[in-house]
């Protein structure tokens, strides 16, 4: 059965009592989408806080209906409740059913990364005649990073780059946990990860769980997570830190990074757009050495040594 699609451009100081009006008159879902997306005004908002509702200035609000739901009654609504709203701002069109989670899925193919990294989805079977493939399956319906944007792409790349056997690493802003479960597979001894969102954690750990690395997968909430009680304590230190959080963020947390990264120890940073790299490299020069920017698309990776 299709549904009836109504779509239209609000301001976000109208975004909640619109969406309100929308559900009261039997809107089945409302989608809320940046209204300068592919376009230079284009924000990513990646990692929000937990309880928090990041939104855009300008925000395409979409909403599902019966198929035989009456237009003209829903116009009326929006109208009545934003008298400035211009009718013919409003579009309908009718869309197909089909099973969301499903045709994610088959968007979801195999990918690349590095020389031997790759990152499958959980409805194809890799090949089983590559033993030198290290292979992370993922479920769709639970991945917030899936490899395919770029900030997640450079830090896999990184990953596979460096020698992990029996080291301890640090994934600070785990979110899926592909980067933890990348890196236990690749031979990493210990992984902590680390998000601000509990749903995030438990994506984590039913991805580790699928992929038989749960066992040395340690998460923790941001509180929870505490640096070496010495300057002296170098156990707890991790060899390898990596961090795909935002660049604001990233700044904020470059002492906490730098007292979890034992001396020679190897750190990557992503999250971060091309025009934000040079305060970050400064930032974080006053613990690291080797920093090196490295761009893919609109978004850069920073890694170095702790020296």
């Known amino acids: 059965m299709p549904f009836l699609e109504l779509s239209l451009t609000v301001h976000q100081s109208d975004q909640e009592r619109v969406e309100l009006a929308l559900e009261e008159v039997g809107a089945l879902s409302v989608t809320l989408l940046d209204a300068d997306v592919d376009t230079p005004n284009e924000r990513a908002i990646l990692e929000p806080g937990v309880g928090e509702t990041p939104l855009w200035g300008e925000i395409a609000l979409q909403a599902l209906f019966d198929v035989d739901t009456d237009r003209a009654g829903l116009v009326h609504v929006l109208t009545d409740l934003l008298p400035d709203l211009a009718p ?4 309908f069109r009718e869309v197909a059913d089909q099973d969301w989670t499903r045709a994610w899925m088959d968007q979801f193919k195999p990918m690349r990364f590095g020389r031997r990294l790759w990152i499958y989805p959980w409805n194809i079977e ?3 005649d590559d033993a030198d493939a290290v292979v992370v399956r993922l479920d769709p319906g639970l991945a917030f990073g899936t490899g395919t944007h770029p900030t997640t792409a450079l830090c896999l790349e990184w990953l596979d780059g460096l ?3 029996g080291k301890h690493v640090v994934d600070y802003g785990c979110g ?4 933890a479960i990348a890196a236990l597979k690749l031979g990493a001894a210990r992984v902590e990860g680390v998000d601000n969102d509990p749903q995030a954690l438990e994506a984590s750990r039913d991805n580790a769980s699928r992929n038989g690395v749960a066992g040395r997968l340690a998460l923790f909430m941001p509180e929870a997570f505490v640096s070496p009680a010495s300057p002296h304590d170098t156990a707890a230190r991790a060899d390898v830190f990596v961090a795909n959080i935002l660049a604001g963020p990233l700044g904020e947390l470059a002492p906490l990074f730098a007292a979890n990264v034992r001396a020679g120890g190897a750190l990557a ?3 971060i757009l091309e025009g934000q790299a040079s305060e970050l490299v400064e930032r974080y020069g006053e613990w690291f050495d080797e920093l090196v920017v490295t761009q893919r698309e609109d978004w850069v990776r920073i ?4 020296r």
């Open 88 to 91: 013919e701002r409003i579009a």
């Open 126 to 128: 890799p090949p089983a």
């Open 163 to 165: 020698d992990l056997d």
């Open 176 to 179: 899926s946990g592909v980067l």
């Open 269 to 271: 940073l992503s999250g």
């Open 303 to 306: 890694s170095g040594r702790r």
